[in-house]
Nanobody, 114 residues
Framework: QVQFVESGGGLVQAGGSLRLSCAAS????????MAWYRQAPGKQRDVVAF???????NYADSAKGRFTISRDNAKNTVFLQMNSLKPEDTAVYYC????????WGQGTQVTVSS
């Protein structure tokens, strides 16, 4: 069963950038569709972007043109480059498979100040 450790979050001003990383365990990582999710206080957890095993990507409308998801199958790692950050991007960010599995990491907090 794949497990995840997210990192790279922090406090940034609007317009700034962050690069999130997710280290995944498990031998089947390279065959999985991987996604970044986020959950803001009082809201449901939503998909921000996903990447297939072959590298095809898809983004939520809120992330298009600003975020880039990528993966390194040799290192069992998924990345999320976030540029032009907005206060509404403030959330805890998680990575997981698509659909999301039972086990979730602790996430990484992203806070964007105005």
């Amino acid at each position: 069963q794949v497990q995840f450790v997210e990192s790279g979050g922090g406090l940034v001003q609007a317009g700034g950038s962050l690069r999130l990383s997710c280290a995944a365990s498990g031998s089947t990582f390279s065959r999985k569709v991987m996604a970044w999710y986020r959950q803001a206080p009082g809201k449901q957890r939503d998909v921000v972007a996903f990447v297939t095993s072959g590298g095809r990507t898809n983004y939520a409308d809120s992330a298009k043109g600003r975020f880039t998801i990528s993966r390194d199958n040799a290192k069992n790692t998924v990345f999320l480059q976030m540029n032009s950050l907005k206060p509404e991007d403030t959330a805890v960010y998680y990575c997981n498979t698509v659909p999301g599995g039972i086990i979730w990491g602790q996430g990484t907090q992203v806070t964007v100040s105005s």
